[in-house]
């Protein structure tokens, strides 16, 4: 089956500073990926939305300046959090449609992020 | 906007019995798709069983069946000979065509526990 991955699966970052995650697709490629924050014991909240070679479309409420979405090609997305703080800390998660099906989306493991 | 409503923040079954939990979504779509996933403790996005709103005849994966009433935007998931490996967080879910933007719009989430 179709699988994603997401790198790191933990981090913790001091207040003020920048995180990478990654997110790829490892057997397929993934023509949209989506970027979700989950709260505990909560839904999962789509942030943005992003095709292979352009800019990513944002949920209301996301701010595009700090959640810096890149999906460069088509097996890699990256969410960058810049100026991290406290209340950054989440879960986040990622998944990935491919050209096969018009339904699936195919979820990374997440990572949690904790900021200092 | 559409929207997607599970009623039932906690559930608890006895192992191998049956338990339904309950989704209701509102929408002006007569094309779309419906999902239940499964979050188990590990954070994993699983995919449980899926529905296209095309279909009149209610899906069924295994243990897993869902009754969908689409004149009532009804989507309940019923789970029999529950076990204890079910225990986890289930997420009801819809999406529109990805030609239509593909996003998934999840439920609040119900959490079963299945009981030895």
């Known amino acids: 089956g179709a699988v994603v991955s997401q790198h790191p699966s933990r981090v913790i970052c001091k207040s003020g500073t920048s995180v990478k995650i990654e997110c790829r697709s490892l057997?397929?490629?993934?023509?949209?990926m989506f970027w979700y924050r989950q709260f505990p014991k909560q839904s999962l909240m789509l942030m943005a939305t992003s095709n292979e070679g352009s800019k990513a479309t944002y949920e209301q409420g996301v701010e595009k300046d700090k959640f810096l979405i890149n999906h460069a090609s088509l097996t890699l997305s990256t969410l960058t959090v810049t100026s991290a703080h406290p209340e950054d800390s989440s879960f986040y998660i990622c998944?990935?449609?491919?050209?096969?099906?018009?339904?699936?989306?195919?979820f990374g493991p997440g990572t949690r992020l904790t900021v200092t | 906007a559409q929207t997607v409503t599970q009623s039932q923040p906690e559930m608890s079954v006895q192992e191998a019995e049956t338990v339904t939990l309950s989704c209701t979504y509102d929408?002006?779509?007569?094309?779309?798709?419906l999902f239940w996933y499964k979050q188990p403790p590990s954070r994993q996005m699983i995919l449980v069983i899926r529905?296209?709103?095309?279909?009149?005849q209610n899906a069924t994966e295994n243990r897993f069946s869902v009754n969908f009433q689409k004149a009532a935007k009804s989507f309940s998931l019923k789970i029999s000979d529950s076990q204890l490996g079910d225990t986890a967080m289930y997420f009801c879910a819809f999406m529109k065509p990805r030609n239509q933007g593909g996003k998934l719009i999840f439920g609040q989430g119900t959490e079963l526990s299945v009981k030895p």
């Open positions: 929408t002006s779509e007569n094309n779309y798709y």
């Open positions: 057997d397929f490629q993934a023509t949209t």
């Open positions: 998944s990935a449609t491919g050209t096969t099906y018009s339904y699936e989306q195919y």
């Open positions: 529905q296209e709103a095309y279909k009149q």
